[in-house]
């Protein structure tokens, strides 16, 4: 039984930080590259941030470089997503998912598991 689980999400002020949580159960995050996606309303989902499998590797897309940054902790089977400087625009339901053989993508049809999904709200 796979399971994806993200947690962390909530009500933040512009310029604030949250991070999030993405818990694996079932199978361990250290053979699977994870990615973090995001779906604002109205909007197509889109990828932000991949950790790759083995080294540990990391891509980001522009417009968060700089402002995010994920990371992985294998003893607690989870990876993390710190965001920093946020802005209304990061505004977004936010989902993690594991890929088997993904490596430095976040084309959401390459990965295989995905959680639940943590809202996200940036406001004043």
């Known amino acids: 039984q796979l399971q994806l689980v993200e947690s962390g999400g909530g009500l933040v002020q512009p310029g604030g930080s949250l991070r999030l949580s993405c818990a694996a159960s079932?199978?361990?995050?250290?053979?699977?590259?994870v990615g973090w996606f995001r779906q604002a309303p109205g909007k197509e989902r889109e990828g932000v941030v991949c950790?790759?499998?083995?080294?540990?590797?990391?891509y980001y897309v522009d417009s968060v470089k700089g402002r995010f940054t994920i990371s992985r902790d294998s003893a607690k089977n989870t990876v993390y997503l710190q965001m920093n400087s946020l802005k209304s625009s990061d505004t977004a339901v936010y989902y993690c998912?594991?890929?088997?053989?993904?490596?430095?993508?976040?084309?959401?049809?390459?990965?295989?598991?995905w959680g639940q999904g943590t809202q996200v709200t940036v406001s004043s």
């Open positions: 998912a594991a890929g088997f053989g993904v490596r430095s993508t976040v084309i959401l049809a390459q990965y295989d598991y």
């Open positions: 079932g199978f361990s995050l250290d053979y699977y590259t």
């Open positions: 950790i790759n499998s083995g080294d540990s590797t990391t």
